[in-house]
């Protein structure tokens, strides 16, 4: 660790240990990463284990209903300009996924850490953060967390007086209403494209009014708080007011409101946005996500969209048509089993794409396209779809496990 003083009692170095061991014994049996079920052995040894590890690294907790992966990696590529960054890079963001990204991570100055919506008031709690960065909270996983209010109260509780900064998103009322509770908030004006989960006020359950960009409650006076940093169209616009480029290599608006955001984390570590930007620019693509790959000749470009949030943004950067377009919808555990928020994505958007259809949930999906007067193909599988594809860069646009599958099948 960061620091004089080893923070590990022998337990907490016993606990380390062992959970390496299967995390390393899970890879060999060729079950993924190991980080989640070496992390669990870890705690289960020493269940203080995620906070001794977090005790002398500065850390950063980036938690959202989309964009926290990709977010977390921007903000990790920033702080690396001033020390040695361990991170949860892979997403392995609920604690034991987290205690053992920790435990990789001796030499860190920094750990940047996504958590999930659920988990961030306890993770909160076990690392003493400087900084949480709070991005967005919409409609996802609807069996799991059903309910956007109550997760944005929770926040709120967790968060209250935490000595933390909170980089918030000032344009996500339910991010406002969650980080109001903070002593110490840095509003950041990164947009919100998805509003449907932000029409009643969350304080009061008031009908909420939105001229233009702003916001505010007609009934209870709750308003979009000014912010001291904004996106603006390819800048950053800092608190003195200087517009800085972003540079990325990852596609789209979405992702450019993350660099903002990431920017004005780093600045509170003394990284200047010039340099946190210019670094963000190393990274290409997160977990698989934005990859172009080669396919049976053809090049794929592969897009993760697990919520409706998440597909508006990801329609938004792709190419126009005729360009092919796969969707691949599963509803496992990680997904969440219930479809029914495919009947809050608008597919018109889609109007002039060839769309082809596979995945577990293929044909839940095919109803909605028929009742948004798609043409569409259903597929039995990849190589079917690609096999069907008219010329050009093929998109493919699929959600949680269905990506996984993807990329296993792609050989990525």
């Known amino acids: 660790m960061a620091g004089n003083s080893d923070p590990l009692t022998p337990r907490a170095k016993l606990a380390v240990t062992a959970g390496k061991a299967v995390a390393a014994a899970s890879r060999a049996a060729g079950r993924g990463s190991g980080s989640v079920i070496g992390g669990r052995v870890a705690l289960k040894l020493d269940p203080d284990l995620l906070a001794r590890l977090a005790q002398n690294l500065d850390v950063v907790l980036v938690s959202a209903t989309n964009g926290k992966t990709t977010t977390t990696r921007l903000i990790a590529e920033a702080l690396r300009a001033a020390g040695p960054v361990v991170s949860n890079a892979l997403g392995a963001n609920m604690p034991a996924g987290i205690t053992s990204a920790l435990a990789g991570g001796s030499e860190a100055k920094f750990g940047v850490i996504e958590v999930d919506e659920k988990y961030l008031a306890g993770v909160a709690r076990d690392t003493s953060p400087k900084c949480i960065a709070l991005l967005n909270l919409s409609r996802d996983q609807l069996d799991r967390a059903a309910e956007t209010r109550m997760l944005a109260e929770h926040w709120r509780e967790g968060l209250a007086g935490s000595k933390a900064v909170v980089v918030a998103n000032c344009d996500d009322p339910l991010v406002v209403w969650a980080a109001s509770s903070s002593p110490n908030v840095i509003w950041v004006a990164a947009g919100q494209m998805w509003k449907d989960d932000a029409w009643s006020c969350p304080a009061c359950g008031g009908v909420m009014q939105r001229p233009g960009d702003d916001w505010f409650c007609g009934e209870c006076g709750f308003r979009r708080p000014t912010p001291t940093w904004a996106l603006s169209g390819d800048h950053v616009l800092d608190p003195h007011g200087s517009a800085w480029p972003i540079h990325l290599q990852l596609p789209g608006r979405a992702n450019k409101a993350n660099a903002a955001s990431s920017a004005a984390v780093a600045a509170v ?79 018109t958007r889609l109007t002039g794409h060839p769309i082809f259809v596979i995945g577990d949930r293929k044909l839940d999906l095919a109803v909605r396209l028929e009742v948004a007067n798609q043409h569409f193909q259903v597929c039995e599988n990849l190589d079917q779809a690609v096999q069907m594809c008219p010329p050009g860069r093929i998109e493919v646009i699929a959600n949680y496990t269905a990506f996984q599958d993807l990329r296993r099948r792609v050989g990525n």
């Open 269 to 347: 570590f003394g990284v200047p946005p010039q340099v946190a930007l210019e670094r963000m620019y190393q990274v290409q693509a997160v977990a698989g996500r934005y990859d172009v790959v080669q396919f049976q000749n053809r090049d794929l470009r592969l897009l993760l969209a697990k919520n409706p949030a998440g597909w508006l943004e990801t329609f938004s950067l792709i190419d126009p048509p005729p360009a092919p377009v796969i969707l691949s919808v599963n509803a496992r555990g990680a997904d969440g089993t219930d479809t029914s928020w495919l009947w809050d994505v608008d597919y």
